[in-house]
């Protein structure tokens, strides 16, 4: 890549920047808020920052790929920002108290911060346990019925009548079970994990190639050997996708529990702004679980690139 | 039984006791004697398929016999139930005086596909039977030793989808032979591989015999390769199958391709089956 395209490519950031800065100073509010630093403030720290990486690709050459491809994407979410800005405050397209704009959650989400982080914390102690507790039941679970037939005769109808309830209607059963609300949301994640993962760990072990067992055989495999080194590894890329759908399940059954049951959390912090219409707070609370999500999935994902590394070239999601 | 073993003649070729001098214990190959035996399959239909018939073969200790035979014919089967994998309907495998009732690592396999365990490197794939039967502790160095005897020390720590069809097919084989097994069954190992690499293989699989007199039994439909590598030829109908006719090679170690009595064998061989060409073209057992 030219040096000329690389620049412009870098500059990018730091152009959107300035652009949403501007037009955040000039052009006068349409809603009635009051007025904060904060967002200009952060616009000058993405300018600034923005700057400084333009100027270490501009010194260090091996960096320019990296910058080429993220400036645009970086841009493009500050001008993303800087239009939700126009959309809302500068010109009221959208009317209060729904819709504030970016100063408004921001402003939010720093008056609340102890609050969301302690939120948060909850949120990920709950999930931790119940998605910790849903993979190791339908790990093993999956695994005999997989390698069992006779399991398996008794195992799918069962699988079949109660697997497909959403684990939310077992709210008021899980709510007589236990008295704490944590143990109940815990349950209610597991029971929601629990499914997908029995699910694709058994389909995994039943699609295991019959060559790869009858070599380990001829070798002097026993059965241990046959389930924990042949059958269970051989089943790992179908194993990732029950704990990615597990993940994907465990983030709605939070939510939900939080809302219903459980008195912390970001889900339960969620409900109470929206009840006090404090939608600011209600942005605030869902960019906070955007982060915290997709954080959890990328360690998931990095999880199974380092553990299916084998599969090279296999894996396309 | 006579092997004609001379080395010597051939300065190219590594002297075999170089190669035998394995850390363990050297194999010695077992006699194989399969009376009578019987096998049919029930098709989902219903229908029995008779896949083999009465079969009968005795095979002496550290002896390389090739199963020849079109397809259909039950070879595949045989050696299924010589591994211990299925068991025959009626008659009886041994292995010495040892009734065959299972698998066991003293019977290796070897397929058309080299079958490695894509999810482990090439050394953890040799090692997967000194794993399986608990005696990695003790038999680490045989790892190496059989990694180097089939020139691949070099790729130890690479995972088999880096490998090229010959290099997996050598990891298959260090793989079954690191246990070192009384008997090889190779189920047409070299089917999947180019002439060129299948003619080097050959040699290999030569080699290794020599050095270490495992009795081996080859399935191929390469009338070629069995005259090549096998002291006997054992001619299979199918349709039982059946063992047909019975061909001591006889030729001198080593062999080569070219010369008049091999060629007159392969005349012979495949006047038998009926593929000499020059007529209606039947179909290819290939």
């Given at each position: 890549?030219?040096?000329?395209?690389?620049?412009?490519?870098?500059?990018?950031?730091?152009?959107?920047?300035a652009?949403?800065?501007?037009?955040?100073?000039?052009?006068?509010?349409?809603?009635?808020?009051?007025?904060?630093?904060?967002?200009?403030?952060?616009?000058?720290?993405?300018?600034?920052?923005?700057?400084?990486?333009?100027?270490?690709?501009?010194?260090w050459?091996?960096?320019?790929?990296?910058?080429?491809?993220?400036?645009?994407?970086?841009?493009g979410?500050?001008a993303?920002?800087?239009?939700?800005?126009?959309?809302?405050?500068?010109?009221?397209?959208?009317?209060?108290?729904?819709?504030?704009?970016?100063?408004?959650?921001?402003?939010g989400?720093?008056?609340?911060?102890?609050?969301?982080?302690?939120?948060?914390?909850?949120?990920?102690?709950?999930?931790?346990?119940?998605?910790?507790?849903?993979?190791?039941?339908?790990?093993?679970?999956?695994?005999?019925?997989?390698?069992?037939?006779?399991?398996?005769y008794?195992?799918?109808?069962?699988m079949?009548?109660?697997?497909?309830i959403?684990?939310?209607?077992?709210?008021?059963?899980?709510?007589?079970l236990?008295?704490?609300?944590?143990?109940?949301?815990?349950?209610?994640?597991?029971?929601?994990?629990?499914?997908?993962?029995?699910?694709?760990?058994?389909?995994?072990?039943?699609?295991?190639?019959?060559a790869?067992?009858?070599?380990?055989?001829?070798?002097?495999?026993?059965?241990?050997?046959?389930?924990?080194?042949?059958?269970?590894?051989?089943?790992?890329?179908?194993?990732?996708?029950?704990?990615?759908?597990?993940?994907?399940?465990?983030?709605?059954?939070?939510?939900?529990?939080?809302?219903?049951?459980?008195?912390?959390?970001?889900?339960?912090?969620?409900?109470?702004?929206?009840?006090?219409v404090?939608?600011?707070?209600?942005?605030?609370?869902?960019?906070?679980?955007?982060?915290?999500?997709?954080?959890l999935?990328?360690?998931?994902f990095?999880?199974?690139?380092?553990?299916?590394?084998?599969?090279?070239?296999?894996?396309?999601w | 039984?006579?092997?004609?073993?001379?080395?010597?003649?051939?300065?190219?070729?590594?002297?075999?006791?170089?190669?035998g001098?394995?850390?363990?214990?050297?194999?010695?190959?077992?006699?194989?004697?399969?009376?009578?035996?019987?096998?049919?399959?029930?098709?989902?239909?219903?229908?029995?398929?008779?896949?083999?018939s009465?079969?009968?073969?005795?095979?002496?200790?550290?002896?390389?016999?090739?199963?020849?035979?079109?397809?259909?014919?039950?070879?595949?089967?045989?050696?299924?139930?010589?591994?211990?994998?299925?068991?025959?309907?009626?008659?009886?495998?041994?292995?010495?005086?040892?009734?065959?009732?299972?698998?066991?690592?003293?019977?290796?396999?070897i397929?058309?596909?080299?079958?490695?365990?894509?999810?482990?490197?090439v050394?953890?794939?040799?090692?997967?039977?000194?794993?399986?039967?608990?005696?990695?502790?003790?038999?680490?160095?045989?790892?190496?030793?059989?990694?180097?005897?089939?020139?691949?020390?070099?790729?130890?720590?690479?995972?088999?989808?880096?490998?090229?069809?010959?290099?997996?097919?050598?990891?298959?084989?260090?793989?079954?032979?690191?246990?070192?097994?009384?008997?090889?069954?190779?189920?047409?190992?070299?089917?999947?591989?180019?002439?060129?690499?299948?003619?080097?293989?050959?040699?290999?699989?030569?080699?290794?015999?020599?050095?270490?007199?495992?009795?081996?039994?080859l399935?191929?439909?390469?009338?070629?390769?069995?005259?090549?590598?096998?002291?006997?030829?054992?001619?299979?109908?199918?349709?039982?199958?059946?063992?047909?006719?019975?061909?001591?090679?006889?030729?001198?170690?080593?062999?080569?391709?070219?010369?008049?009595?091999?060629?007159?064998?392969?005349?012979r061989?495949l006047?038998?089956?009926h593929?000499?060409?020059?007529?209606?073209?039947?179909?290819?057992?290939?």
């Open positions: 890549m030219s040096a000329g395209r690389s620049a412009r490519y870098a500059l990018a950031p730091t152009a959107a920047a652009a949403a800065l501007l037009a955040h100073m000039l052009i006068p509010n349409q809603q009635t808020a009051l007025p904060t630093r904060l967002y200009p403030k952060l616009l000058i720290i993405l300018m600034g920052s923005a700057l400084v990486v333009a100027l270490v690709q501009w010194a050459r091996r960096s320019r790929p990296w910058v080429a491809h993220h400036a645009p994407l970086m841009a979410a500050i993303l920002v800087g239009t939700w800005d126009l959309l809302t405050l500068k010109f009221a397209w959208f009317p209060l108290p729904y819709f504030p704009g970016p100063d408004m959650v921001l402003q989400v720093l008056d609340d911060r102890v609050l969301l982080l302690e939120s948060a914390y909850h949120s990920l102690t709950l999930l931790l346990t119940g998605y910790g507790i849903g993979v190791a039941a339908g790990l093993a679970s999956g695994i005999l019925i997989g390698w069992f037939q006779s399991l398996r008794w195992a799918t109808p069962v079949k009548v109660i697997g497909p959403p684990a939310t209607a077992y709210i008021p059963l899980v709510m007589a236990f008295t704490s609300s944590f143990l109940s949301g815990a349950a209610l994640i597991a029971m929601a994990v629990w499914f997908p993962m029995t699910m694709l760990t058994s389909s995994g072990i039943l699609s295991v190639p019959v790869y067992l009858d070599v380990a055989r001829t070798l002097g495999a026993g059965k241990r050997f046959l389930i924990f080194r042949v059958a269970v590894p051989a089943a790992m890329p179908s194993i990732f996708l029950g704990l990615f759908m597990g993940l994907c399940a465990a983030f709605l059954t939070l939510i939900a529990a939080e809302t219903v049951g459980v008195k912390s959390g970001l889900g339960w912090y969620l409900k109470w702004q929206q009840g006090y404090e939608y600011a707070k209600v942005y605030g609370a869902l960019l906070i679980m955007a982060t915290f999500f997709s954080g999935m990328t360690l998931l990095k999880l199974r690139d380092w553990a299916l590394g084998w599969q090279k070239g296999l894996i396309r | 039984m006579v092997i004609h073993q001379r080395a010597d003649d051939n300065p190219d070729r590594d002297p075999p006791e170089a190669l001098s394995a850390p363990a214990t050297p194999a010695l190959g077992s006699s194989l004697d399969i009376e009578n035996v019987g096998k049919s399959f029930r098709a989902a239909n219903g229908t029995v398929m008779q896949a083999l009465g079969f009968s073969l005795a095979v002496e200790a550290g002896e390389m016999v090739s199963l020849v035979g079109p397809s259909g014919c039950g070879k595949s089967t045989l050696l299924r139930l010589i591994a211990g994998l299925d068991s025959p309907t009626s008659g009886e495998l041994r292995i010495g005086a040892e009734l065959i009732a299972g698998p066991s690592a003293d019977r290796g396999l397929f058309q596909q080299p079958n490695l365990f894509p999810w482990l490197s050394r953890r794939n040799i090692q997967a039977g000194l794993v399986a039967r608990g005696v990695l502790a003790e038999c680490r160095q045989d790892t190496e030793h059989f990694l180097r005897l089939v020139g691949l020390e070099a790729f130890a720590d690479r995972y088999p989808h880096e490998l090229s069809g010959g290099m997996a097919q050598r990891a298959a084989l260090a793989r079954a032979l690191v246990n070192h097994p009384r008997i090889l069954l190779l189920d047409e190992p070299l089917g999947a591989l180019d002439q060129f690499t299948r003619m080097k293989m050959q040699d290999e699989v030569l080699r290794l015999w020599l050095a270490r007199r495992t009795t081996m039994v399935v191929t439909h390469d009338v070629d390769e069995a005259i090549y590598m096998s002291d006997r030829i054992v001619l299979l109908t199918p349709g039982p199958g059946r063992v047909e006719r019975m061909i001591d090679v006889g030729l001198e170690r080593p062999r080569y391709r070219n010369s008049p009595r091999f060629l007159e064998l392969r005349t061989i006047e038998m089956l593929f000499t060409g020059g007529g209606a073209p039947e179909p290819t057992t290939r």
